[in-house]
């Protein structure tokens, strides 16, 4: 067990478990580097509440872990599984999520989450019943996983991609604070409910705990120093010789660039270690550096993206860990998908510009054993893609953040070197003879000093949702006005056929053939209600203005041709008509055309 973990479960048992039971709240919030370990320590804690054993076993039964993707969850559910060795039972649930390793009320004793499906379940939506709630066939049974809820220790992994302008956000323009403004709620709920809260980053945002400090908790601050004398006043500074060691090995060159990406890639693509890690702000960049390197001989190159089908996804994944295993190199062009939930190591990495803690996570994965290694990293800043009207850098991040996080890395590197993987409470340390800036730092230099602001009316809304009284039909009735408590829009399932489909019955639905698409890609705009049909005919089978949809009837299976107006009621409400018969949409139908296994759904 490493320093800063076993520092965690004695925090939790000797601070956080008794300020709970006298009443006076406190949340743990743990800052420790990508790469640390940090997540399994919810499978100790799990087994520890298991055993009945220490006081925290009188405040929770299990532990619900948060986190910002579903791939994510994927992997922590079979890491955490492995780990366990059958002590606890393991579960998970997200979209799309394997049916026989779902819990959707979060009753086992450590359940892997995405924070969409947390927050369903939080504001009485019980995940499992809200599409039969929404076709007015129960009233839920919301007080199950909101017991799950309030008799867990609820962690909230990488939090801080929850915050407006810091996290991957396409039509930035559109993107409030609602994301931050919901976990605000929840952790506020919970620490007034006396319920063990733990939050975790490698990115620390400062400005977020005046924000914290106000849902009436105290914070407890644990993070990792590698000198020994070092101290900070409120923190817990933790020591780990071992992890400082391996800090001593790896070293990183950082380089900042300005030109287009492709271009930059195939100028140093000789100069870089591989396996290379090549990482886009989306998806049309990707497969456009992509496609470039294709073209060249020798070159062992693989596209990796949220747009691929599960299958797709997995066999890709498999793919690329046995050539790591069997030292092979070879280069790897993603997109976000890379920054959580994808456990591959790369030598060195060409990457987008992005603000800070999305390049950290990228970083994260270069030399992510921290073996005795120089790896270069290179970040891009294409000024074509500075759109300052909208204040969007490539249409997903903030662009002064994006700009001010590069002006702190030049600053930098211009008097020593970046400490990737140095999430800590100095600001700058003596490793291998070189002084290395830290993360945290960066972090000081990069985000505003001003507390975080909360959208006041949504956090009005959801405190009326919370209240004894209210129950799930209104939490469905604002559900619909948003779309999500989390993101603006929807993901929505795209069915890859193996042919053209027609009308009729489907004998089955094959889930490795589903892609989770957001609905403004294809040309959905569920607020309006209105369907580009231009948009939408890229991609999806449109036929005088209707949608080839998959709608799951009492008898199974069935393709329909919709109209958008029923296609989004069935992606808004869950249920929809289909002549005399009520049905669930489970997918819009893809053109065959739309999809190839190399480059994925062509909605982009």
């Known amino acids: 067990m490493r320093v800063g973990v076993g520092e965690t479960l004695r925090l939790l048992e000797e601070e956080i478990a008794p300020s709970l ?6 949340i743990l919030h743990v800052e420790l580097p990508t790469g640390y370990g940090k997540s399994m320590a919810s499978v100790l804690i799990a087994q520890r509440l298991a055993r009945g054993e220490g006081r925290l076993a009188e405040c929770a039964q299990r532990v619900i872990h948060a986190v910002p993707t579903r791939y994510l969850v994927e992997d922590l559910v079979e890491r955490a599984g492995s780990r366990a060795g059958g002590s606890i039972l393991v579960r998970g649930q ?40 929404s076709a007015g066939f129960t009233r839920g049974h919301f007080d199950v996983s909101r017991y799950a809820v309030l008799s867990a220790v609820n962690v909230f992994d990488e939090y801080h ?3 407006p302008g810091d996290s991957e956000v396409e039509r930035t323009e559109e993107y409030e604070s609602r994301a931050l403004t919901t976990l605000y709620a929840v952790i506020r709920n919970l620490t007034e409910s006396r319920v063990p809260v733990v939050l975790e980053t490698a990115t620390p945002r ?59 890639v195939k100028k140093n693509l000789g100069k870089m270690e591989k396996p290379l890690l090549v990482a886009c702000n989306n998806v049309r960049t990707a497969v456009e550096v992509y496609r470039a390197l294709r073209e060249l001989d020798g070159l062992d190159v693989h596209l990796l993206h949220a747009l691929f089908t599960l299958g797709e996804r997995k066999r890709k994944l498999r793919e690329l860990h046995r050539l790591r295993e069997r030292g092979r190199e070879f280069v790897v062009v993603t997109t976000q998908v890379i920054e959580v939930g994808v456990d591959l190591d790369f030598a060195s990495m060409i990457t987008d510009a992005a603000p800070l803690a999305s390049l950290v996570q990228r970083a994260g994965r270069v030399n992510r054993r921290l073996e005795e290694l120089l790896s270069r990293v290179l970040v891009v800043y294409d000024p074509m893609h500075a759109d300052e009207g909208r204040e969007a850098y490539a249409g997903v991040y903030n662009l002064g953040l994006t700009r001010l996080t590069l002006y702190a890395l030049s600053e ?28 945290s730092a960066i972090a000081k230099m990069v985000y505003p000093k001003e507390p975080a602001k909360i959208d006041e009316k949504h956090w009005r809304n959801l405190l009326i949702l919370l209240k004894p009284q209210m129950e799930s039909d209104s939490a469905l009735t604002y559900l619909r006005l948003l779309g999500s408590f989390v993101r603006e829009g929807a993901l929505v399932p795209v069915y890859v056929p193996r042919g053209r489909l027609e009308r009729g019955s489907l004998p089955a639905l094959e889930m490795n053939r589903l892609v989770a698409c957001p609905s403004y890609k294809l040309g959905l705009n569920l607020e ?39 296609v989004i009621e069935g992606i808004v409400r869950g249920a929809v008509r289909v002549g005399d018969k009520l049905g669930f949409l489970r997918a819009l139908v893809a053109r065959p055309d739309a999809y190839s296994r190399e480059e994925g759904l062509r909605a982009w």
């Not at 999430?423 to 003879?433: A, F, H, Q, Y």
């Open 94 to 133: 997200c979209m799309f999520f394997d049916p026989l390793l779902k819990d959707p009320y979060f009753l086992s004793d450590l359940v892997f989450t995405t924070f969409d499906s947390y927050t369903l379940n939080f504001f009485k939506i019980p995940v499992a019943e809200a599409e039969l709630m």
């Open 161 to 163: 991609v929850f915050v």
């Open 528 to 566: 309006k209600g209105e369907l580009n049909v231009k948009v939408a005919g890229r991609v999806l089978q449109v036929e005088n203005g209707d949608l080839l949809t998959i709608v799951e009837v009492r008898d199974g299976y069935e393709v329909e041709r919709l109209d958008a107006g029923r």
């Open 206 to 264: 400062l400005n977020m705990l005046p924000l914290l400090e106000r849902a009436r908790a105290k914070l407890v601050r644990i993070a990792l120093k590698l000198r020994r004398d070092s101290d900070l006043h409120g923190v817990v500074a933790v020591y780990d010789d071992e992890f400082v060691a391996k800090l001593e090995r790896a070293r990183y060159e950082t380089e900042l660039v300005e030109g287009r990406l492709v271009e930059v």
């Open 21 to 26: 039971l006298n009443g006076e709240p406190k």
């Open 412 to 439: 930098a590197i211009a008097k020593r070197e970046v400490g990737w993987r140095l999430t800590s409470v100095e600001d700058r340390v003596e490793l291998n003879g070189k002084t290395l800036i830290t993360v």
